[in-house]
């Protein structure tokens, strides 16, 4: 069982996103504030997705969804990563960031 070293909680936009009550543009947003909001310095993978959030965000019209989802793609291996860690415990496998959608 993986132990997660940080959380990116958007459950609430992601399905209100799916369900059409907002924008892929709101969701990015949201994505994005919250990416930050981690505190992760010196990262420049988990830099670049920040970005191509902040792109998505601010697209006058529709987003590509098949970008987004390449995105997420992106997103979720960096968030799989394995973290070595000081305090690593025998057994367990430590990954850098649990992405709740659900």
Do not use: P
Not at 19 to 28: F, N, R, V, W, Y
Not at 57 to 80: H, K, P, R, S
């Amino acid at each position: 069982m993986a132990n997660w070293l940080y959380t990116l909680d958007i459950k609430d936009s992601w399905q209100n996103c799916i369900k059409g009550t907002i924008t892929a543009q709101a969701l990015s947003t949201e994505i994005s504030e919250k990416l930050t909001a981690l505190g992760i310095e010196d990262d420049n993978w988990l830099e670049t997705l920040i970005c191509e959030f902040n792109v998505y965000a601010d697209e006058n019209g529709e987003v590509d969804l098949e970008e987004f989802d390449i995105t997420m793609d992106q997103l979720y291996d960096w968030a799989d990563q394995r973290v070595e860690a000081m305090w690593k415990v025998e057994g367990i496998d430590y990954r850098t960031c649990w992405i709740k959608t659900w």
